[in-house]
C-alpha cells in the first residue's frame, strides 16, 4: 500500500518535471524569428557632412527576404532589355551622431531589427578612413555581434557605393568580397589582408601599422556585362556622344581588389600599389603564392614563374652608432609556369641565371615596398615590433621617436629562390 | 561527519580541479595579461603554482591532525569553544560569499555574451537548482558526477584550443621578462587566489577514503590546473598579444569565435558554454555542499540538508544584489580585494589555526609527510 502511494507521488512529480523541463527546454527567453530581422551581410561606414555637421554614414548591405517570383526586377522605367542580374541583397544606410547611434536609427527606416552576426565584410570610405577609424574599431570589438575574422576593407569613395556595386559571379557582393580576400592571398598575392582583429593588434601594437585590402569601383570593360548601364551606349573612357553628363550609378559598377590602404596610427595616409603590397606581403609572411615575371635575356618580360612556400625572417640589427639595420631574409620556391620562345634552356647556368633574376625582382618589389611605406612614414611591416620583441630595452629607448626614426632605417633584403618545377612540358617549346 | 560519503583521492583530486578551473580558466587570462603581459603563462605556471602548493601543504598537514572533521568542527577544539564558534560562523559567511561571486560570475557571463534579456534570476535559479540537488545526494555522488564532468571539460578545451593552435603567432610570447620578474609577479596576485581555493581540501579531506593520499592528489591538483591554466592563457596570448588579450574580458570566449576550420567548423561559442556550465554546476555544487557543512558544524545540527536550502538562496540574492548583471562590480572584487580576500582565507588563517594546534598539541598525529 505505502509502495503504491509512493510510487504514484513519485509519478506524479515525475510528470510534473517532464512538462516543466520541456516547457524550458524551447528556447530562450524571448526569440527573434527570421521574418523578424534584417541579416547585414556587409557594413559599410562613411564619414559625410551634411548642414555643416559631420556624422556617420551607416550602410547595410542585407540579404532581402524571399522575392516573390515573377516579380519585377531591378530597373524600373527606361525600358530594361534582359534579365539584369538583380542582387539578393539590399543596401539600407541611415545616419547618426555615432556608429551606434546610426545602426539604432533602423528602426526608423525599416521594419526589422538589423542582425549583425553574419556580416562579412566591413568597408570603410575613404573619408572615414582619412578621418581616423579608431572609434569604429572600438565599436566592432565592443559588441558581441561582429566577429573577429569579419574582413576589413578600404574603399575608394563612399563606401555605401562600394556595398551597391555588383557582384560578377556570387549572388551578393559580400560573398564576393568575402571568397576574393583569402583567394587572393593564394593566387596572386597583390592584396593587403587584413580582419578585425589583425587590424586592431596592429593598431595597439607600438612599432606596427595596419594595412587593409583596398577595392576600387569601375564599369565592367566588357560590352556583354549585365552591369553595364542600358540604354544609350555609355563606355567608360569612351567619348560618349548622347547620354552624356549622367554620372554611372553604383549599382552599374562592379569592383576590384586593388592594392593596399595604408595606416598610420588609425588614419589612412595613402595606398599601395599592387607591387609594392606584395612585397609588403613577402616581408609580413602573408605572400602564399603568385607570379614573378622576369625578363630573361629580354628587353620585355618573357617569363614567369609561380612562387610557393615563401618564408620571410626579419633581423634586426642595432648598430653601434645607433642606426638600425633590417636584415630581411626571403626563402622560396618557384616553377616555371611559361616562357617566349626557350629563352630559358634547361641548362644548369640557364637555371642559375633564372634564379638570380627571379631574386632580383623580389627584391626590387620588396625595396619599392619599403620605400613607399617610408615615403608615408607607416611601419606596416612591424618592424618597430620586431625590436621590441627581441631588443626590448633597446626599443624602450627608441619608442617614442620610433615614427621619425622608420624613414630612416637601413634595409636590405635577400631573396633565395629555387626553382623545383618545369611544369609539363620537359623541354621548351621552340617555333621554327 | 555530517556527510558519509566516501570519495577516492582521484576524485578529491578531480574534484579540487573543477573547483579551481571552471571559472578560472575564461576569467583569469585577462587579468593575468594586463599585469604580465607576455609573461602572463609563467605567472600561471610558476607563481600561482607556488602559492597553491603552500596552501595544499598546510591544508594537508591541518587535515591529519583531524582526519574525521571539517575545519569547522576542529575549530573550536583548537581555538577554544567561543572563538572557535565565532570563527566557524565567519568562516561560514566567507563561504557564502564566495558562492555568491560564483553565482555572479556566472549570470554575469550569460547575461553579457548570450541571453541578453533573460532575466539573470532565472539563470541563478536553473544553476542553483542542478547544483543543491548534488548536494542533496551527498558529496559522494558529486564526485561521480565530476567524474563524468571532468573529462568532457577537459577534453573540450583542449579541442578548442587546437583548432585555434594554427593562429598562433610565437611572437606574441616575447620578449620573456622584459621587465625582470615584478610584472610576473603582479601578474600571479588573481590567478594565485583563485588556485588556492584548493583550500576546499578543509572541508573535503574527511570523506576520502585513503588519507595517506591527500598530499598527492592536492599536489596533483594543483600541479595539473597550472600546467592547464598555463596553455589556455600561453594559447590565448598566441593568438591575440597580450595587447588585445588583456582589453577582452573573456579572451578565450573570442578565441573559439576565432576559430575556423575550412570555413565549416565556426562559431563555436555555444561550444563554450556548454563547457562553462557543466563546470560551474559541479563548482557551485561543491560550494553549496561546503557551506552546509559548515553552517551545520557551526550550529551543532545533525543533518546539513537542512540548511542547503536557506543557504542557496541566500546565495542567489546576495549575488542579485551586490552583482546581478553588474560586471563593473564583479570585476572590482575580482581584481582589486579578491587575492587579499583569498589569501587570508585561504592561507594564513589556515596557516595560524595549524599553528595553534601545533603549539597546543591539538590533533591526533604528529605531521608526517
Not at chain 1, 188 to 205: C, E, M, P, W
Request: glycine content about 8%.
Amino acid at each position: 500500500m505505502t509502495f503504491r502511494k509512493k510510487f504514484k507521488i513519485k509519478t506524479i512529480v515525475g510528470l510534473f518535471l517532464l512538462v516543466l523541463i520541456s516547457l524550458t527546454m524551447t528556447g530562450c527567453w524571448n526569440r527573434r524569428e527570421m521574418n523578424d530581422i534584417t541579416l547585414s551581410t556587409a557594413i559599410g561606414i562613411d564619414r559625410v557632412v551634411v548642414d555643416g555637421r559631420p556624422i556617420f554614414l551607416f550602410s547595410v548591405l542585407a540579404a532581402r527576404p524571399a522575392v516573390p517570383s515573377g516579380g519585377a526586377t531591378a530597373g524600373g522605367g527606361g525600358g530594361t532589355t534582359g534579365p539584369r542580374v538583380a542582387g539578393v541583397g539590399t543596401v539600407i544606410s541611415t545616419e547618426g551622431e555615432t556608429v551606434y547611434d546610426a545602426i539604432r536609427n533602423y528602426s526608423m527606416r525599416t521594419s526589422r531589427q538589423l542582425f549583425l552576426s553574419h556580416s562579412l565584410v566591413i568597408v570603410f570610405g575613404e573619408e572615414m578612413a582619412k578621418e581616423g577609424i579608431g572609434e569604429v574599431l572600438d565599436f566592432c570589438n565592443r559588441q558581441k555581434d561582429i566577429r573577429e575574422r569579419t574582413w576589413v576593407v578600404v574603399c575608394e569613395g563612399l563606401a555605401r557605393d562600394a556595398l551597391q556595386s555588383q557582384p560578377e559571379m556570387e549572388s551578393i557582393t559580400s560573398v564576393e568580397l568575402n571568397k576574393m580576400i583569402p583567394l587572393n592571398q593564394s593566387r596572386a598575392s597583390k592584396v593587403a589582408i587584413a580582419n578585425l582583429f589583425q587590424v586592431t593588434r596592429d593598431l595597439l601594437t607600438p612599432g606596427k601599422e595596419a594595412a587593409v585590402s583596398n577595392i576600387k569601383l569601375f564599369v565592367p570593360p566588357e560590352t556583354s556585362s549585365p552591369i553595364r548601364p542600358t540604354g544609350p551606349a555609355q563606355t567608360p573612357g569612351s567619348p560618349s556622344g548622347k547620354g552624356g553628363g549622367a554620372e554611372i550609378q553604383a549599382q552599374n559598377k562592379t569592383f576590384a581588389l586593388s592594392g593596399a590602404a595604408v595606416f598610420r596610427g588609425d588614419r589612412m595616409v595613402g595606398r599601395m600599389d599592387e607591387e609594392e603590397t606584395q612585397g609588403m606581403l613577402f616581408i609580413k609572411n602573408q605572400a602564399d603564392g603568385g607570379i614573378i615575371p622576369i625578363a630573361f635575356s629580354a628587353p620585355e618580360k618573357n617569363a614567369s614563374f609561380l612562387y610557393r612556400d615563401v618564408k620571410a625572417k626579419v633581423k634586426p640589427v642595432i648598430n653601434e652608432d645607433g642606426s638600425i639595420m633590417f636584415e630581411i631574409r626571403i626563402n622560396g620556391k618557384v616553377e616555371l609556369q611559361e616562357q617566349k620562345n626557350a629563352a630559358i634552356d634547361i641548362a644548369e647556368e640557364d637555371i642559375k641565371h633564372a634564379e638570380e633574376l627571379i631574386n632580383q625582382e623580389v627584391e626590387r618589389r620588396c625595396i619599392k615596398a619599403v620605400a613607399r611605406s617610408k615615403e608615408l612614414k607607416s611601419d606596416v611591416f612591424g618592424f618597430g615590433e620586431k625590436i621590441y620583441r627581441s631588443k626590448p630595452k633597446a626599443w624602450e629607448e627608441i619608442q617614442s621617436q620610433w615614427g621619425e626614426i622608420f624613414p630612416t632605417v637601413i634595409v636590405s633584403v635577400t631573396a633565395d629562390f629555387k626553382i623545383e618545377h618545369l611544369g609539363l612540358i620537359n623541354k621548351p617549346i621552340v617555333i621554327q | 561527519m555530517l556527510d558519509k560519503g566516501r570519495i577516492s583521492s582521484v576524485q578529491l583530486m578531480l574534484v579540487l580541479f573543477m573547483v579551481e578551473m571552471a571559472t578560472a580558466f575564461l576569467l583569469v587570462p585577462s587579468i593575468v595579461a594586463q599585469a604580465a603581459g607576455p609573461d602572463s603563462w609563467l605567472s600561471v605556471l610558476g607563481v600561482a603554482t607556488a602559492y597553491g602548493l603552500a596552501v595544499a601543504l598546510i591544508c594537508v598537514a591541518l587535515g591529519k591532525r583531524f582526519p574525521f572533521q571539517v575545519f569547522t568542527e576542529y575549530l573550536p577544539e583548537v581555538l577554544g569553544r567561543v572563538p572557535g564558534k565565532l570563527l566557524a560562523a565567519a568562516y561560514t559567511v566567507v563561504f557564502i560569499h564566495l558562492t555568491s561571486v560564483v553565482v555572479g560570475e556566472n549570470s554575469i557571463f550569460i547575461h553579457t555574451v548570450f541571453l541578453r534579456e533573460t532575466p539573470p534570476l532565472i539563470i541563478n535559479l536553473m544553476m542553483v537548482g542542478a547544483a543543491v540537488y548534488g548536494v542533496y545526494l551527498g558529496v559522494e555522488v558529486l564526485a561521480r558526477a565530476n567524474e563524468m564532468v571532468f573529462p568532457i571539460f577537459i577534453l573540450s578545451i583542449t579541442i578548442l584550443l587546437a583548432l585555434v593552435a594554427r593562429e598562433i603567432d610565437l611572437d606574441h610570447l616575447r620578449p620573456v621578462l622584459a621587465n625582470g620578474p615584478l610584472p610576473v609577479l603582479k601578474g600571479a596576485m588573481v590567478p594565485a587566489a583563485w588556485r588556492g581555493e584548493v583550500f576546499f581540501l578543509l572541508l573535503l579531506y574527511p570523506y576520502l577514503n585513503q588519507k595517506n593520499e591527500a598530499l598527492k592528489s592536492a599536489a596533483g591538483t594543483v600541479l595539473m590546473s597550472g600546467v592547464f591554466a598555463a596553455t589556455v592563457t600561453a594559447v590565448t596570448i598566441g593568438v591575440f598579444s597580450d595587447l588585445v588579450a588583456s582589453r577582452q574580458i573573456y579572451p578565450v570566449l573570442n578565441l573559439a569565435r576565432y576559430i575556423s576550420v575550412a570555413g565549416i567548423l565556426e562559431r563555436l561559442e555555444l561550444y563554450l558554454i556548454i563547457i562553462w556550465m557543466a563546470g560551474v554546476i559541479i563548482k557551485l555544487a561543491v560550494f553549496y555542499h561546503s557551506c552546509s557543512v559548515m553552517a551545520a558544524s557551526t550550529l551543532g545540527l545533525k543533518d546539513y540538508r537542512v540548511t542547503v536550502f536557506p543557504i542557496a538562496l541566500a546565495t542567489i540574492v546576495i549575488s542579485g544584489r551586490l552583482y546581478e548583471t553588474d560586471y563593473l562590480k564583479l570585476v572590482e572584487f575580482l581584481s582589486k580585494f579578491w587575492p587579499f580576500y583569498g589569501y587570508t582565507v585561504e592561507l594564513l588563517i589556515p596557516g595560524l589555526i595549524l599553528l595553534v594546534a601545533v603549539i597546543r598539541k591539538k590533533g591526533g598525529n604528529r605531521v608526517d609527510f
